[in-house]
């Protein structure tokens, strides 16, 4: 049975919602989080309440719709996913540092990929207050209300968010000086930031995974800016990798001059 992308998006927010909320269950603002912290390979933490928050996704998502694939940061990869027309695409906490350490910056994000591309999504901070939703076609929303991109059309003096050694890459290869907005731990959040217009430009450097973005892609497009790689392309999802090149977030004409600036580098 085929399923309509706004059933697709509710499905999204309810299992997002429970993952916030057994997250939430962890968490202690301004202070160590409560859950157990050990570390993956290349020294990433991972916590009781990333696994709890995973179980929380996978109940709901996976049980509504069993064949679907899955691809979450918490789970491990299974090649049979790359046959799938239908993959969620999961990150259960995204800014798992800031969650640790007690600052409010972190997200679930969820997203459903259909032939490669992002077509529903939700970020989901509960710390914040702040859920981010949007489905191909139907516009991107932050808690209920529509959003929509900036309308800045050149780098000079934009806003910008990112990490600062990528900022500051950008702002020598394109001549400008930029004004670096607030550091967001969750890469999902700071793109959701040039959604709704709160930064010009969100910037991701090389090595996030399609958990990281998934979520946001389809919100930044519905609220008519673009998430782009180095190629100026869209992005494809469910490939082999899971890791990114840079990308770039924002509306079109001034993503476009970033990633001019950035293969200038």
Known sequence: ????????????????????????????????????VSFKDGNSPVSDADHAANDALAAVLRSARPRYHWVSEETADD???????????VDPIDGTRAFISGRLQW??????????????GIIHAPALGLTYAAST???????????HVSC?????AALASGPKTALEVLERAAGVSLEHGPKIPSLALR?????????DLA??????????VAAADVIVREA???????????LVYNRPSLRRDTLCAGPDVLTGAAIDAFRLH
């Not at 399923?3 to 301004?30: C, D, I, P, Q, R």
């Not at 076609?137 to 959003?147: E, K, M, S, V, Y």
């Not at 008519?224 to 869209?234: E, I, S």
């Open 1 to 36: 049975m085929e399923h309509s992308l706004a059933e697709e998006l509710a499905l999204l927010l309810v299992a997002a919602e429970a993952a916030g909320a057994a997250a939430m269950s962890y968490f202690n603002a301004g202070k160590q989080t409560s859950a157990n």
């Open 79 to 89: 090649p049979s996913r790359l046959a799938a027309s239908h993959v969620f695409i």
């Open 107 to 120: 997200s679930v994000s969820v997203a459903l990929a259909v032939d490669g591309r992002s077509v529903a």
């Open 137 to 147: 076609g139907g516009g991107a929303t932050l808690n209920g209300q529509p959003i």
């Open 152 to 156: 800045k059309k050149t780098l000079f």
């Open 191 to 199: 793109l959701a930031l040039a959604a709704e217009g709160k930064v």
């Open 203 to 212: 910037i991701a450097s090389i090595g996030a995974h399609d958990w990281d």
């Open 224 to 234: 008519g800016g673009v998430l782009l790689d180095l190629d100026r392309q869209p």
